[in-house]
């Protein structure tokens, strides 16, 4: 009995649940709940417009701020910088192209220090003094802009705040109208909630006095519906007033209404440039004197949604419907012709007013509404409007900046006809014909396809047409830059479907802007999984925003391109492989007439690649190394401007950009450079002949020689890293393959001593014999620890001593630290050469005497050496020249032990060497003061006295002018070039750059020398 108590009573909860919700009165009662809804959607939407509007006023004084201390920083040149950063060296600042404050800002030290030319001791004064200068900057107060004198930045504020103080003026009515509204509908609503709660439906009787007082409620509000309420309107009005206020971010604003506001709001203008600006630097406003140019209009663009309409509809017999008052907005007028009937197509001759229109691409006829629906088509030409043919002049300007016919003056109007009767070719006509022409072209090309098919058809017509205007009006910037863009989005549009030819050459770049087209293409690559070949790889990095071009690349643009295509297929072969990231590519265009009102958008199914991180800074990476390669010729080439194509600045090109033709004879020399794997050796004035120069090189242009040589895996001897003496143009040199590592070997020094004692000896006679240099060979092909690239150099050095003599002066350094035990085996091996022939000649036996001494060894060990292999007529040797005739004849049996027992105490001598010696085998470097000859005492940097006197006052200060240091000179008698090529060359030397630099002033590297000057 319970079970169906309990199921009775839900089933009678169940029937008034159902009959309530069907009833007229629940009906009722959701559809007032969804009109109180409709309150606060409104009021939230009210609220929501006004904090969006100071929200943009609030960015836009960030803006402002912004390019104002912009502006600041820009006024801080290099010279600001170099009195906070005394001793910086700012040349290579100016060799980058930074000449303020705003190029650098926010630079590191080691930011600073990756240029070429600071140090250490450079970088860190010129970051401190660079973050000392912005801080000054930034605190800096930020004037309030003025109107008539500002720049895009101040202007697009004025908009903010103008826009900011209408949308109060608009919605500050409408929030009052909708608080009372609200309040009158919300306290009957209320009434009727209570008192048809659900409870009293299950409790109580229909004919108990709530429910009648309900329905009684009900009644009246329905009543009050059909003839119109108080709260309705207001809820109509402020639902317009929005509506206006949300048009109004999407409209441009004309200098006039913005001057005249300005006049009248100055005060207001005055207390929100306070509030986002900080008080005015010329105290109290007063209102400015505003006198404004036809100019562009300012375009605001806002985030903030259209409007909605909030409508409310119930059943026939009870209907809410709030719409926007008839007084406050006007209703969108309708225009019944279509763009079908008033074009004008390609060819066809038309008449207006007495002028024959001939060419078409025009619209002629009446009623053509704007594409946003709102007013006429502005390029519309009506035939009925009356023209003042008597005064035309196509020449003169009457038209404003947003050009329209049918608002135009009838002088006006027949101007614009004379213009398109003529041809539409007059170079000095007004651009305002021009843009009217062009609205029309902008429409059928971007509007009519969408409702007109045949209008596709007119695109190759409109393209040719834009792109003859543009040859001809190609010196005005705003008409250039609209139909630039034009023909970038109809093109795009026209290619989005288009097939895909990889082997194409890309767009043209331009700097920091990366075109759709060449975007579109680089997301096609990834999309197919192609390669990115090198020449898209360039378009791609140079048009790239984030792209910051070095000197090296701005002055010598041609060689950059061929050595980042170079370097970038030396990498990644064929290309690298671009991911197909999920951000889209989406194409946008602001059309120059205001007919569309919005701006035009086209989304492409393919990534935007060009947003990806990675990828770039691979790119990024390539061009670094470019840079580096070019900089010693981007600086050569600023500081002789006429010299771009001389040996000397070709040298310091890297070989991959060397003419054909040299490469080609530089090979073709290096296949005759080969003879039974010894090095040729060839006088320096054949190598020079092929570079068609025909001077000694100075010993920069012997390094840079070098160098280049050595990016090419060829080496030449002799090399200034071993000796201080440059050859002469009849020298002999030797060159030679590198393969494999450059690295030499710890052994090579002590190969490189023993080779130059070895050649002296051999030499010394005039007649370095075939059995003489076999010796050599065995030897160093048996020396211990030198690597293959050493061996090959030895070879090559052995081949140039041959021909001449290696000295023996200044070995005494190389020598001393050998122990006693290592320097006699030592001379026993230079017998073995002495012996190599059959014979011993006099003045191999000077030589021997002479590097025994060298040795330390006692002079009676080698003529004890000698007597014991060959009978000698003399007893007591002497070191006269003269007392010595004839060769000395051999016990040949006694040499082969010798030479058996050298071969022994070469491999013991590289041991012990090893162990006796490590920081001169670890160091081959240092074997290079071994060839040295003895020279008078050096000072800074190895030069002479006067030189370095020189020096050390120059290091005083880190910049001279021409003047000051001529006098320098002059007091030192030297001559001023000369000097600062013989300083630049040591430091070269040393340091692999110059010490002096410029012109005038003369900028002096003083932390290179910082150590050695101490």
């Known amino acids: 009995?319970?079970?169906?108590?309990?199921?009775?009573?839900?089933?009678?909860?169940?029937?008034?649940?159902?009959?309530?919700?069907?009833?007229?009165?629940?009906?009722?009662?959701?559809?007032?709940?969804?009109?109180?809804?409709?309150?606060?959607?409104?009021?939230?939407?009210?609220?929501?417009?006004?904090?969006?509007?100071?929200?943009?006023?609030?960015?836009?004084?960030?803006?402002?701020?912004?390019?104002?201390?912009?502006?600041?920083?820009?006024?801080?040149s290099l010279d600001d910088i170099r009195k906070?950063?005394?001793?910086?060296?700012?040349?290579?600042?100016?060799?980058?192209?930074?000449?303020?404050?705003?190029?650098?800002?926010?630079?590191?030290?080691?930011?600073?220090?990756?240029?070429?030319?600071?140090?250490?001791?450079?970088?860190?004064?010129?970051?401190?003094?660079?973050s000392s200068l912005t801080k000054s900057a930034y605190r800096q107060p930020i004037p309030h802009p003025v109107l008539d004198d500002t720049d895009a930045a101040g202007k697009q504020l004025f908009a903010r705040i103008f826009l900011q103080h209408i949308n109060h003026e608009t919605l500050k009515p409408a929030r009052a109208a909708l608080e009372a509204a609200s309040g009158a509908f919300k306290s009957e609503w209320i009434q009727i909630r209570d008192q048809t709660g659900f409870l009293t439906w299950i409790f109580k009787s229909q004919t108990r006095d709530p429910l009648r007082a309900a329905i009684e409620h009900a009644q009246r509000l329905q009543s009050r519906m059909a003839t119109g309420s108080d709260w309705g309107l207001a809820f109509s009005q402020a639902t317009a007033r929005l509506?206006?206020?949300?048009?109004?971010?999407?409209?441009?604003?004309?200098?006039?209404?913005?001057?005249?506001?300005?006049?009248?709001?100055?005060?207001?203008?005055?207390?929100?440039?306070?509030?986002?600006?900080?008080?005015?630097?010329?105290?109290?406003?007063?209102?400015?004197?505003?006198?404004?140019?036809?100019?562009?209009?300012?375009?605001?663009?806002?985030?903030?949604?259209?409007?909605?309409?909030?409508?409310?509809?119930?059943?026939?017999?009870?209907?809410?419907?709030?719409?926007?008052?008839?007084?406050?907005?006007?209703?969108?007028?309708?225009?019944?012709?279509?763009?079908?009937?008033?074009?004008?197509?390609?060819?066809?001759?038309?008449?207006?007013?007495?002028?024959?229109?001939?060419?078409?691409?025009?619209?002629?006829?009446?009623?053509?509404?704007?594409i946003h629906g709102r007013s006429l088509e502005p390029a519309l030409i009506d035939p009925e409007l009356p023209l003042n043919l008597a005064a035309a002049n196509p020449r003169q300007r009457m038209l404003n900046y947003w050009s329209n016919y049918s608002e135009a003056e009838p002088t006006a109007r027949a101007s614009y006809l004379q213009w398109i009767a003529d041809g539409k070719a007059d170079p000095a006509a007004d651009v305002g014909y021009v843009f009217l022409y062009f609205y029309g072209l902008e429409r059928r090309a971007l509007s009519d396809p969408t409702n007109d098919p045949s209008a596709v058809s007119d695109r190759e017509h409109i393209i040719a047409e834009v792109k003859r205007l543009r040859a001809i009006f190609a010196t005005n910037r705003s008409f250039n830059k609209y139909s630039g863009d034009f023909l970038n989005y109809v093109e795009t549009l026209h290619a989005i479907d288009s097939g895909f030819d990889s082997t194409a050459a890309p767009p043209a770049v331009e700097r920091y802007q990366l075109s759709f087209e060449l975007r579109r293409k680089l997301g096609k690559f990834a999309v197919d999984g192609e390669p990115l070949p090198a020449n898209w790889a360039y378009a791609w990095y140079y048009s790239d925003p984030r792209t910051r071009l070095l000197a090296a690349a701005e002055r010598c643009p041609d060689h950059f391109k061929s050595l980042f295509t170079h370097e970038y297929q030396r990498r990644y072969g064929e290309g690298l492989l671009l991911p197909a990231n999920k951000t889209r590519l989406k194409i946008t265009y602001r059309a120059a007439s205001a007919s569309f009102g919005e701006f035009l958008a086209q989304a492409v199914d393919l990534p935007d690649v060009s947003v990806l991180t990675a990828s770039y800074a691979k790119l990024d990476e390539v061009a670094t190394a470019c840079f580096e390669q070019l900089d010693g010729y981007s600086r050569f080439v600023a500081r002789n401007r006429d010299q771009p194509d001389s040996w000397e600045s070709r040298l310091l090109l890297p070989p991959v950009l060397w003419p054909e033709s040299l490469r080609t004879e530089l090979e073709t020399f290096m296949r005759s450079s080969r003879q039974s794997g010894i090095p040729a050796t060839h006088p320096l004035r054949s190598l020079m002949a092929i570079f068609e120069h025909t001077l000694a090189p100075t010993r920069a242009q012997y390094v840079a020689l070098a160098q280049a040589l050595g990016t090419l895996k060829i080496g030449i001897e002799p090399s200034l890293q071993f000796t201080k003496e440059v050859p002469g143009i009849d020298d002999p040199i030797a060159l030679f393959p590198v393969e494999g590592t450059p690295e030499l070997g710890r052994g090579f020094g002590f190969a490189s001593l023993l080779l130059q004692l070895a050649s002296a000896v051999a030499s010394a006679d005039r007649d370095f014999s075939e059995p003489e240099i076999r010796r050599l060979q065995e030897e160093l092909q048996k020396t211990p620890e030198v690597e293959p690239a050493g061996r090959q150099r030895l070879l090559a050095r052995m081949a140039v001593n041959r021909l001449k003599s290696p000295s023996t002066n200044g070995l005494k350094a190389a020598i001393a630290p050998l122990s006693a035990g290592i320097r006699a085996q030592v001379a026993d091996f230079l017998l073995t050469v002495v012996y190599a022939d059959g014979l011993v000649d006099p003045a191999e036996v000077r030589i021997m005497e002479k590097i025994y001494t060298l040795l330390a060894l006692d002079s009676s060990m080698l003529y004890s050496r000698l007597h014991g292999l060959a009978a000698i007529p003399t007893t007591t040797p002497s070191p006269a020249p003269a007392q010595r005739s004839g060769p000395l004849k051999l016990d040949m049996e006694k040499v082969a032990r010798l030479r058996a027992s050298s071969d022994q105490v070469s491999q013991r001598v590289a041991a012990i060497y090893v162990e006796d010696t490590p920081a001169v085998v670890e160091q081959p470097k240092e074997f290079a003061a071994a060839n040295r000859p003895d020279s008078?005492?050096?000072?800074?940097?190895?030069?002479?006295?006067?030189?370095?006197?020189?020096?050390?006052?120059?290091?005083?200060?880190?910049?001279?002018?021409?003047?000051?240091f001529e006098e320098i000179c002059t007091d030192k008698g030297l001559m001023t070039d000369g000097a600062i090529e013989r300083i630049n060359d040591a430091a070269f030397t040393q340091y692999n750059q110059p010490l002096i630099e410029g012109e005038d002033p003369l900028d002096v590297g003083v932390h290179l020398l910082k150590e050695t000057a101490a």
């Not at 906070?84 to 930074?98: E, F, S, T, Y």
């Open 243 to 370: 509506t206006e206020a949300l048009a109004l971010v999407r409209l441009p604003i004309s200098p006039s209404n913005l001057s005249a506001h300005v006049i009248a709001q100055s005060g207001k203008y005055q207390a929100a440039f306070d509030e986002l600006l900080g008080p005015s630097l010329m105290g109290a406003s007063v209102p400015p004197n505003i006198s404004m140019p036809a100019e562009e209009p300012i375009h605001v663009q806002s985030t903030a949604a259209p409007a909605r309409t909030y409508q409310i509809t119930g059943r026939p017999s009870f209907k809410i419907d709030v719409s926007l008052s008839q007084s406050s907005v006007q209703q969108a007028p309708t225009f019944s012709a279509t763009s079908a009937e008033c074009w004008i197509p390609m060819g066809r001759t038309t008449s207006v007013g007495g002028f024959k229109l001939t060419g078409g691409l025009l619209y002629v006829g009446q009623d053509l509404g704007a």
């Open 84 to 130: 906070l950063a005394p001793g910086a060296r700012m040349q290579p600042l100016r060799d980058m192209g930074i000449m303020n404050l705003l190029a650098c800002q926010g630079w590191s030290a080691p930011q600073f220090e990756r240029l070429r030319g600071i140090g250490p001791d450079s970088a860190t004064r010129l970051a401190a003094a660079c």
């Open 1 to 76: 009995m319970k079970a169906i108590a309990a199921a009775a009573i839900i089933a009678v909860i169940l029937g008034f649940i159902v009959w309530y919700q069907t009833s007229a009165t629940g009906i009722m009662r959701r559809k007032l709940r969804a009109l109180g809804r409709s309150f606060d959607e409104l009021e939230a939407r009210i609220q929501e417009q006004i904090l969006s509007m100071r929200t943009a006023a609030r960015q836009a004084g960030e803006a402002y701020i912004a390019a104002m201390r912009k502006r600041y920083l820009q006024s801080v």
């Open 936 to 964: 008078p005492p050096l000072g800074l940097l190895g030069l002479d006295s006067a030189h370095a006197e020189l020096l050390a006052v120059v290091l005083g200060r880190a910049q001279w002018t021409r003047g000051e």
